[in-house]
């Protein structure tokens, strides 16, 4: 089984800047993708970022070139550094992790979602 600890969500000033941080814990043998989704209420969730193993990144148009995902495969943590945010930034944030557990199955699991709000 696979569990998922998220933190660094709150409250920040536009122009501000954020961390997220999700650590991936469990009987796991390969990480395949991490990454951060955001949905608002009554919205569908979306892709904010994610990063493969072999540290390929992928970026929604919206927040390219400001913010950089990044991992620590040794911790199996996903950071996600938030600069520049804006007020549309402000959503709940979601962790995703899939990969293989120590089985040979593969899993794919959401962190609980960590609140961002964005305002002066």
């Known amino acids: 089984q696979v569990q998922l600890v998220e933190s660094g969500g709150g409250l920040v000033q536009p122009g501000g800047s954020l961390k997220l941080s999700c650590a991936a814990s469990g009987r796991i043998s390969v990480v395949d993708a991490m990454g951060w989704y955001r949905q608002a209420p009554g919205k569908q969730r979306e892709l904010v970022a994610v990063?493969?193993?072999?540290?390929?990144?992928e970026y929604a148009d919206s927040v390219k070139g400001r913010f950089t995902i990044s991992r620590d495969s040794a911790k199996n943590t996903v950071l996600l550094q938030m600069n520049s945010v804006q007020a549309e930034d402000t959503t709940l944030y979601f962790c995703?992790?899939?990969?293989?557990?120590?089985?040979?199955?593969?899993?794919?699991?959401w962190g609980q979602g960590t609140q961002v709000s964005v305002a002066s």
């Open positions: 995703n992790v899939r990969g293989q557990l120590t089985t040979g199955a593969c899993f794919a699991y």
């Open positions: 990063v493969a193993s072999d540290e390929s990144a």
